[in-house]
């Protein structure tokens, strides 16, 4: 059973455009939710990341939205640009739960046309 | 700034043998983890370590094993390898914070090949 689900599995967007991945979570004890973006033979790199205590985190382009009763997050990358091509992970865990590790979405290649 | 290393790069073996992967956590890191990526795959966590004990347990078959050491650097081992095991490796390293949630770092993988 996948705890975190994401979509859409691909997403094409043109330059300058907005783009928008969505991730629905099962378990309540999750209460740290990063992303992270990931380019063809790299390793995952954070990206941004937030706690269901606030509702929107913005760093530069990128903005997170939560919304705790839904149990869902977005990742919205805002003037998306041909260098942020790449596969986007979201990912959950519970913080208290000591070394737990990630549990991760299956993954959205995004590709940014020029 | 100093990031999570792993070694080898890349990794063939044959079916049936046995490959050890190493990873070296950022410097005061004292948490490792190691996830599993299949090809168009998302990462599977493995296993962690938290002050060279296994901490948490993911889908790590019998085969596998790890540890991490006094320097906290942590070795995978994979023996009877099958052809299923071709993947990337990736270890993370985190410093374990008493309140919130301590940021993984990755490593940029290891590939295993196995013919």
């Known amino acids: 059973q996948q705890q975190v689900k994401q979509s859409p599995q691909s997403l094409i967007v043109q330059k300058g455009g907005i783009s928008i991945i969505n991730c629905a979570y099962e378990n309540t004890a999750f209460d740290y939710f990063p992303w992270y973006q990931q380019f063809p033979g790299k390793g995952p790199a954070l990206l941004i990341a937030i706690r269901p205590d606030v509702s929107e985190k913005k760093e530069g382009r990128f903005t997170i939205s939560f919304n705790k009763s839904a149990k869902q997050f977005s990742l919205h990358i805002m003037d998306s640009q041909p260098g942020d091509s790449a596969t986007y992970f979201c990912a959950a865990r519970n913080s208290g739960g000591g070394a737990d590790g990630l549990t991760f979405g299956k993954g959205t290649h995004l590709i940014i046309q020029p | 700034a100093a990031g999570v290393i792993q070694s080898p790069r890349h990794l063939i073996k044959e079916k049936r043998e046995t490959a050890t992967l190493k990873c070296y956590p950022i410097?005061?890191?004292?948490?490792v983890y190691w996830y599993q990526q299949g090809p168009g795959q998302d990462p599977q966590f493995l296993i962690s370590f938290y002050e060279k004990m296994q901490s948490d347990k993911g889908s790590i078959p019998d085969r596998f094993s790890a540890q991490q050491f006094s320097d906290y650097h942590s070795e995978l081992n994979m023996s009877s390898l099958e052809l299923g095991d071709s993947a990337l490796y990736f270890c993370?390293?985190?410093?374990?914070?008493?309140?919130?949630?301590?940021?993984?770092?990755f490593g940029a993988g290891s590939r295993l090949t196995v013919l």
């Open positions: 993370a390293s985190s410093f374990m914070a008493t309140f919130g949630a301590n940021v993984l770092t």
């Open positions: 410097p005061r890191h004292d948490t």
